[in-house]
């Protein structure tokens, strides 16, 4: 699978951004999917994940209540909906494909990644 992260950017602190990930292949609709990011200096981590028919949804603390991840199956894409930028958000966001009919809070979970894309929230 080859995944296409989009809609990074500079975006002042309080502000909002929604990141795109379009997934090629005819098996998106069976894996359930993940946001994950990596700052300056600092480890990958987990943001958010998706069940694969999108009915269930588990966030990181520091992001539930202003990231929102959704999924379109008959697109193949994955979005990231993130309100009340921080700061502390600005990292490299990388959508990935998770496991299959399942979800995971774990890293080691996801195989397929994306290439990435850049959110600056400047205070």
């Known amino acids: 699978v080859q995944l296409q992260a989009s809609g990074g950017g500079l975006v002042q602190a309080g502000g909002s951004l929604r990141l795109s990930c379009l997934a090629s292949?005819?098996?998106?609709?069976?894996?359930?999917m993940g946001w994950l990011r990596q700052a300056p200096g600092k480890e990958r981590e987990f943001v958010a994940t998706?069940?694969?028919?999108?009915?269930?949804?588990v966030y990181a603390d520091s992001v539930k209540g202003r990231f929102t991840i959704s999924r379109d199956n008959a697109k193949n894409t994955v979005y990231l909906q993130m309100n009340s930028l921080k700061p502390e958000d600005t990292a490299v966001y990388f959508c990935?494909?998770?496991?299959?009919?399942?979800?995971?809070?774990?890293?080691?979970?996801?195989?397929?990644w994306g290439q990435g894309t850049l959110v600056t929230v400047s205070s």
């Open positions: 292949g005819s098996t998106f609709s069976k894996y359930g």
């Open positions: 998706i069940s694969w028919t999108g009915g269930s949804t």
């Open positions: 990935a494909r998770g496991p299959l009919y399942s979800t995971s809070t774990r890293l080691t979970d996801y195989r397929s």
